[in-house]
């Protein structure tokens, strides 16, 4: 069965306390719910994220993208690198989600990018009854700490570009301490951000995949 779906039926801003701007994406008939954790210097407008949450919609999958710190806290650079900070960020916006008619009951994943990656892992280690399933676009898990690593449950995928040698070799590392479902999917000629022709959209078509495989198995084939 195909599971291609128009893009998103319905566009909710939203708040999410302490005081964090955020933008809900609803397919029709949404499989699951995923959570965006951008990386360092980044936020809900991120073009790269909004791009992957497209792709992610347009596979039946709903998402949040929210700011993980208010303005005043953005302009300390010390809170953009704090990641026990940014994972309680995510814990808010989880309960948020939890709380919310239009999520309530949908599985949860989360997505990663950079040091928002490292947030995830955290968050989802400190709530392993609440995420299903994690992806990491370029991501930095090593900061998340080895006891984090250890406990995270979710299934994770991470992805990575074939010329991002340095952060390739930290996840190969990362992955080594965790005890979950793990894959390390390489995106070859791809650098950090994934600028290059195709490159994005291969990793738009990886999360859709890895989300519903474990989300929401029942849903049928997103190709790869």
Known sequence: MSHSRPAVSRAERVIIPPGLEGTIELPARADAVILFAHGSGSGRLSPRNRQVAGALNHAGLATLLFDLLTEDEAADRRNVFDIGLLAQRLGDAMEFIAGHPATADLPLGLFGASTGAAAALVAAAARPADVGAIVSRGGRPDLAGEASLARVAAPTLL???????????????????????????????????????????????????????????EASDVPV
């Not at 070799?169 to 195709?198: D, I, K």
């Open 159 to 217: 992805i990575v570009g074939g010329e991002d040698r340095e952060v390739l070799e930290l996840n190969a590392r990362a992955r080594s301490r965790m005890t979950c479902a793990t894959e390390l999917a390489v995106v070859p000629g791809a650098s950090h951000l994934f600028e290059e022709p195709g490159a994005l959209e291969r990793v738009g078509r990886l999360a859709a995949a890895w989300f519903l495989r474990w989300l929401a198995p």
